[in-house]
């Protein structure tokens, strides 16, 4: 019989590649005397590895520490950079590969991952809500139940995935809903893949498809702002847009996808220069496409070539329209991409 540290147990453990970017996971206070009151991310990879008991029973660690900054620092240039580095640990032999950041924009960044990533290999984004000096920190927890995710066979070719918390999200649906809370991350409407139990991965779900976008990786980024609509919203702001040098925008309408009719006219002027997202303030759900025919409506609008979200919310849908635009897609190409990654059915066809 095998025991727990033999050395057959040993050799039969898995490489998994750890790749962290700093977060709260990797904040501690500095000690420097008159140093800035709160804390920072300064741990490496090996020092967070080092930090997480009953590790290496599980895995052989490859340890790369590829930026230490706070997540909301991460720029699509840091991910674009950061594939090949993935890339390079399972083509090494890894089973898989765990990411640890801020939770501030894992979303974002498992979603960018998730779409740059066509290997089978499981890519684990985690993080952590309370920082190391504090009591109770999840880091610890977090980075050892994602290396569990990350040499689970049954992970493999559910693309990227996020784990906190002992739970196991898909990166398209994933969103972080707290601003402190432990149990911070949701997938609004879906639930998570599956969970983390006595350190067995468990894959309830898998999702349907995956979609991967080819990057150029030498052109310029597309500037694309997001407009939140409230109540009453006037044309101004989408009217200034039009004379900025955007290159895309995506309006988070209301309810089922909705603006005011009152500004109808400046979104006509953008979708002679741009394209235009359409996706809901709501938080969860698809935007419609067939129900409401008043002007301004969704009916109305996806006339007028507005770009349906589907599903995606509207941190997701502007880092979509960013990577469609950026590996050259036109507007029907872009659109289809919509329908690929927004919905689960894929285009919607007119009523
Ligand atoms: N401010 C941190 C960050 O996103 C928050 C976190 O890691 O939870 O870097």
Same mark, same amino acid.
């Given at each position: 019989?095998?025991?727990?540290?033999?050395?057959?147990?040993?050799?039969?453990?898995?490489?998994?590649?750890?790749?962290?970017?700093?977060?709260?996971?990797?904040?501690?206070?500095?000690?420097?005397?008159?140093?800035?009151?709160?804390?920072?991310?300064?741990? *490496?990879?090996? =020092? !967070?590895?080092?930090? /997480? %008991?009953? &590790?290496?029973? +599980?895995?052989?660690?490859? #340890?790369?520490?590829?930026?230490?900054?706070?997540?909301?620092?991460? *720029?699509?240039? =840091? !991910?674009?950079?950061? /594939? %090949?580095? &993935?890339?390079? +640990?399972?083509?090494?032999? #890894?089973?898989?590969?765990?990411?640890?950041?801020?939770?501030?924009?894992?979303?974002?960044?498992?979603?960018?991952?998730?779409?740059?990533?066509?290997?089978?290999?499981?890519?684990?984004?985690?993080?952590?809500?309370?920082?190391?000096?504090?009591?109770?920190?999840?880091?610890?927890?977090?980075?050892?139940?994602?290396?569990?995710?990350?040499?689970?066979?049954?992970?493999?070719?559910?693309?990227?995935?996020?784990?906190?918390?002992?739970?196991?999200?898909?990166?398209?649906?994933?969103?972080?809903?707290?601003?402190?809370?432990?149990?911070?991350?949701?997938?609004?409407?879906?639930?998570?893949?599956?969970?983390?139990?006595?350190?067995?991965?468990?894959?309830?779900?898998?999702?349907?498809?995956?979609?991967?976008?080819?990057?150029?990786?030498?052109?310029?980024?597309?500037?694309?702002?997001?407009?939140?609509?409230?109540?009453?919203?006037?044309?101004?702001?989408?009217?200034?847009?039009?004379?900025?040098?955007?290159?895309?925008?995506?309006?988070?309408?209301?309810?089922?996808?909705?603006?005011?009719?009152?500004?109808?006219?400046?979104?006509?002027?953008?979708?002679?220069?741009?394209?235009?997202?359409?996706?809901?303030?709501?938080?969860?759900?698809?935007?419609?496409?067939?129900?409401?025919?008043?002007?301004?409506?969704?009916?109305?609008?996806?006339?007028?070539?507005?770009?349906?979200?589907?599903?995606?919310?509207?941190?997701?849908?502007?880092?979509?329209?960013?990577?469609?635009?950026?590996?050259?897609?036109?507007?029907?190409?872009?659109?289809?991409?919509?329908?690929?990654?927004?919905?689960?059915?894929?285009?919607?066809?007119?009523?």
């Amino acid at each position: 019989m095998v025991q727990p540290g033999d050395g057959l147990a040993l050799r039969s453990r898995p490489t998994v590649g750890y790749v962290a970017l700093g977060g709260t996971i990797a904040s501690v206070p500095s000690e420097a005397p008159g140093a800035q009151p709160g804390v920072q991310p300064t741990l *490496t990879a090996a =020092d !967070l590895a080092a930090g /997480v %008991p009953g &590790l290496e029973a +599980v895995a052989v660690l490859e #340890a790369h520490t590829f930026r230490t900054i706070p997540s909301s620092a991460i *720029t699509l240039r =840091d !991910l674009i950079e950061l /594939v %090949p580095v &993935l890339l390079r +640990v399972v083509e090494g032999g #890894a089973a898989g590969v765990v990411v640890s950041q801020g939770t501030d924009t894992i979303e974002e960044v498992a979603f960018v991952l998730d779409l740059l990533w066509d290997r089978p290999e499981p890519v684990v984004v985690t993080g952590a809500m309370r920082n190391p000096s504090m009591a109770g920190p999840d880091g610890p927890a977090n980075l050892l139940a994602s290396v569990q995710v990350a040499a689970e066979p049954d992970a493999r070719d559910c693309g990227v995935l996020v784990c906190l918390n002992d739970e196991i999200h898909a990166a398209r649906f994933v969103h972080k809903s707290h601003t402190c809370s432990p149990s911070t991350f949701h997938s609004p409407g879906l639930g998570p893949l599956g969970w983390v139990a006595e350190g067995r991965p468990v894959i309830a779900l898998r999702p349907t498809r995956r979609a991967h976008v080819q990057l150029d990786w030498s052109v310029a980024l597309p500037r694309v702002p997001i407009v939140t609509l409230g109540l009453g919203a006037d044309a101004v702001l989408l009217e200034a847009l039009c004379d900025l040098e955007c290159d895309g925008v995506v309006i988070e309408g209301m309810g089922g996808g909705h603006v005011p009719a009152g500004l109808l006219p400046a979104v006509g002027d953008l979708l002679e220069r741009v394209p235009v997202v359409l996706t809901s303030r709501t938080g969860s759900g698809e935007v419609l496409a067939t129900t409401y025919g008043y002007p301004g409506g969704e009916i109305d609008l996806l006339d007028r070539g507005v770009i349906r979200a589907g599903a995606l919310d509207s941190l997701k849908a502007r880092l979509l329209l960013v990577l469609a635009m950026a590996s050259g897609c036109d507007r029907p190409a872009t659109r289809d991409l919509f329908a690929l990654v927004g919905t689960t059915t894929g285009p919607v066809a007119k009523a």
